[in-house]
């Protein structure tokens, strides 16, 4: 039996750069056929010491005058879900988010997505409904085609999103990202160049219109392909959601990239 990825169904406030990066296509790993239980989250990676930072390469601009003064990180979550909210409008893409703790989870798992795992626990969003289905045995599988539907709702959600709108809520909490990515260790780093790096490595993930391949080896299923198991976390993700998903998801973030690298510079 596969076991189920369930939804929390709590009501959920705000949009946040995590609905295009942090988890667009459901969580880590799958779980396997005969699994009993779902496998222990993995503990947070600890960051790779930051070299001093010699330069800025997308700085973003300087808060605007007569602009409100952002709280303390640690009670920015009404402000953040606020202001994402607002960015949202209308679309469905605020019920993912879950706004406890909010930017630091954001922080984390954009650091992590061009690692080998993402920590499930830090997490932003809501995971996606339906079940896993795999076609063949533990060692000659392929991926359903039937599991892409199951991120659809999300995707056509994250399309309705206005990302110039997000830009601009973004950079009205850039000061917030910035503390929370050096608070994760990084107290040179500069969170907006982490958050390009990221992109960029997501929009560099191949696209695989062929049947995947999967083995399992252990409790969960992996790439049968070396290559293709060997991907940081964030582009398995994309791959995982199938063609299609993968282009919308990609062309959402460019326009996100675009956006925050064309913001006026500080002077």
């Known amino acids: 039996m596969i076991d189920e990825e369930r939804v929390l169904n709590k009501p959920l406030i705000g949009v946040a750069i995590a609905v295009l990066i942090a988890a667009v296509g459901g969580w880590w790993y799958w779980h396997s056929r005969a699994a009993a239980t779902p496998p222990a989250a993995p503990a947070t990676q600890a960051p790779a010491a930051a070299p001093p930072t010699e330069t800025i390469a997308h700085p973003v601009p300087a808060a605007a ?61 809501t995971g996606v409904s339906g079940t896993f289905i795999a076609d063949g045995d533990e060692l000659h599988a392929t991926l359903d085609a039937r599991n892409f539907k199951r991120y659809e709702p999300m995707v056509s959600a994250l399309e309705k999103v206005d990302m110039q709108r997000l830009a601009a809520a973004y950079l009205q909490l850039y000061p917030l990202f910035q503390k929370a990515y050096q608070d994760l260790g990084y107290p040179n780093g500069y969170f907006n160049d982490r958050l390009v790096q990221v992109i960029d490595g997501l929009l560099a993930t191949p696209q695989i219109n062929e049947r995947i391949e999967l083995k399992r080896p252990n409790v969960m299923y ?3 392909d070396p290559a293709l198991e060997a991907l940081p976390a964030g582009p398995k993700l994309l791959i995982r959601m199938g063609p299609d998903n993968e282009a919308a998801v990609k062309a959402k973030l460019s326009e996100f990239r675009a956006a925050i690298i064309a913001a006026p510079l500080r002077h």
């Open 65 to 125: 005058s007569g602009s409100a003064p952002l709280p303390e990180l640690n009670d920015s979550d009404a402000a953040a879900s606020a202001a994402l909210a607002e960015a949202a409008g209308g679309t469905a893409a605020r019920q993912y988010l879950i706004p406890t703790d909010l930017i630091r989870h954001i922080v984390v798992s954009v650091d992590n997505l061009l690692r080998e795992k993402v920590a499930v626990d830090k997490r932003p969003i």
């Open 222 to 224: 992996v790439f049968a």
